[in-house]
């Protein structure tokens, strides 16, 4: 199930990619693997996946704990201050930092266990309430300026969710948004190189408007199943 999965997303990219005159090795694949347990992740591995993202901080610990680092872990939920520590234990990047009290945490925890934390800031490119990130230009920037100056922090670049719609204009202009915002950045020196954009929906937009990582569950795993208990993985 997961290798004709990946082999249709595979194609995917690789026409996209073709139609954007861009390198499909250029696009890494996050498996978001959230709601799915250890025996599809390790399938997941089987055909070659090595990126897994998970957006709750128990149960990336839980999958850490059994796995540990045979994959490189990505967070991607919404992270409370009292959970960096497990966080930052476990991922090799955190790309849904939005507040200088998550950065200046995770710098913290960072150093206590002599770890580089990579991070991303996660970027609200739509109006919706129920989007996280930041919002503001100048916001952006100032947390920019302020990861540059934290030893323990490594900011790799800009995460965001297009809105939920089905007008791909509007997905579209979330995206370009994105790209500009990292253009904006690195023209006042600082050196930006991921765009994480994209999921099962809306993957192709995003690459097309200049993803290095697209964030993709159930186009590979299938669909989840949200009345199943996470513990019982
Ligand atoms: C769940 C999730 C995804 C993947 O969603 P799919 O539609 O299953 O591909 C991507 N990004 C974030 C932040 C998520 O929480």
Redesign the pocket.
Known sequence: MIAENLAVLRQKIEETCKKADRNPADINIIA?S?YFGIDSILEATKCGLTNF?E?RAQELTLKFEKLGSKVTWHF??TLQKNKVKYVVNSAELI??VDSVELVEEINKRAERIGKIQKILLEVKTSDEMTKSGLETESEIVSLVQRCSELKSIKLNGLMT?APLTDDVNIIRKSFKDLRNLKDKINNKGFNLVELSMG???DFEIAIEEGATMI?????IFGD?DYSKDWRQI
């Open positions: 978001v959230k993202g957006n991607i939920g790309h849904s969710m999921m099962t929906s964030r993709i569950g159930s186009a989840r």
